[in-house]
């Protein structure tokens, strides 16, 4: 079935670059997603990329998509300390109508 | 307004009793989600209204009832829930089944006792 695995920790300097990856089985994946959950929040979609796009940016985020080797990731500039988090990477397929989570990865931020 | 809400926050219950959870959003998307969410777990899907019709059930136990009274509201009435049946339910939206982008609510914190 499908699955999408992630490294469950990481941890980033103030201001360095973070770098969540991302591996997923199903290669009808049509759709990439990252969400962001805040302790005690509720899930935030940060950013989705389609599989015929190789790299999607957006302000402080850049997405990169390897469809070969069926790997996503998601860089953040300059990391802050508002963006530690959990990250989910997630994908579905266009003939499926639910999203597969991965296991999230925790960010977190030292000075 | 790009938000998903739900009411309540927080919510202690006995396995006695009956409660239900609300989400709403203006968005005007046709498709609604309920996920349930354990600690340090992912979300896991529990229904999928499409068109204010139920087309996902992933074989969730009855004791979890959902709900759909138009386009932007969705329930889920609990009745007899068992003390594991505690996590964080999310309530998403996308604007329809085809729109795989889901925006999610806050979630409602449920502790069964």
């Known amino acids: 079935g499908e699955d999408v695995e992630q490294s469950l920790f990481l941890s980033v300097r103030e201001g360095d670059s973070s770098v969540i990856n991302c591996t997923y089985t199903d290669s009808s994946s049509t759709y990439l997603y990252w969400y962001k959950q805040e302790p005690g929040a509720g899930l935030q979609l940060l950013t989705y990329i389609f599989s015929n796009m190789d790299m999607k940016q957006d302000q402080r985020l850049t997405v990169l998509l390897n469809k070969k080797d069926k790997h996503l990731s998601l860089r953040i500039a300059d990391t802050q300390t508002g963006d530690s988090a959990i990250y989910f990477c997630a994908e579905s397929s266009s003939s499926a109508s639910k999203i597969i989570f991965g296991s999230g990865t925790r960010l977190s931020i030292r000075p | 307004d790009t938000e998903v809400t739900q009411t309540p926050k927080h919510l202690v219950m006995g396995m006695t009793n009956k409660k239900s959870l609300k989400c709403e959003q203006h968005?005007?998307?046709?498709?609604m989600y309920w996920y349930k969410q354990k600690a340090k777990k992912p979300p896991e899907l529990m229904f999928v209204y499409s068109y204010e019709k139920l087309s996902i059930n992933e074989s969730v136990p009855s004791r979890f009832s959902p709900e759909c009274p138009n386009s932007s509201l969705l329930n889920l009435h609990l009745h007899a829930l068992q003390p594991e049946d505690s996590a964080l339910y999310l309530c998403?939206?996308?604007?329809?089944?085809?729109?795989?982008?889901?925006?999610f609510g806050p979630g409602t914190r449920l502790l069964v006792l």
């Open positions: 968005m005007g998307h046709r498709a």
């Open positions: 998403a939206s996308s604007q329809d089944p085809t729109t795989k982008a889901q925006y």
